[in-house]
């Protein structure tokens, strides 16, 4: 599977982006998806998750600003994120593992986009 992440930008605080990721294969449907993200200096940290079967986990920090979905049929995955603080800036990637359920630890994921940078200016 091949991710191919996009949508970052930047934007000033208090706005939204919408972050995308493409996914390649013809199972993408059975793929548990999420969204990690890397500020500079800190580890990488879970921002949410959604199973094949649309079972969806936040982060503390962005639950009620964010929203994943996806859709099947494009085989791509969205993260929508509102209110945006200069603290969410950073790279965004997007994971994927095969009938993968909620985890926060990054060597669950098999699969990795190349991230896609989201700066927010306060």
């Given at each position: 599977v091949q991710l191919q992440a996009s949508g970052g930008g930047l934007v000033q605080a208090g706005g939204s982006l919408r972050l995308s990721c493409a996914a390649s294969g013809r199972t993408f449907s059975t793929y548990g998806m999420g969204w990690f993200r890397q500020a500079p200096g800190k580890q990488r940290e879970l921002v949410a998750t959604i199973t094949s079967g649309g079972n969806i986990n936040y982060a503390d920090?962005?639950?009620?600003?964010?929203?994943?979905?996806?859709?099947?049929a494009k085989n791509t995955v969205y993260l929508q994120m509102n209110s945006l603080k200069s603290e969410d800036t950073a790279v965004y990637y997007c994971v994927a593992r095969p009938h993968g359920y909620y985890s926060t630890n990054p060597e669950y994921y098999n699969y990795w986009g190349q991230g896609t940078l989201v700066t927010v200016s306060s």
């Open positions: 920090t962005v639950k009620g600003r964010f929203t994943i979905s996806r859709d099947n």
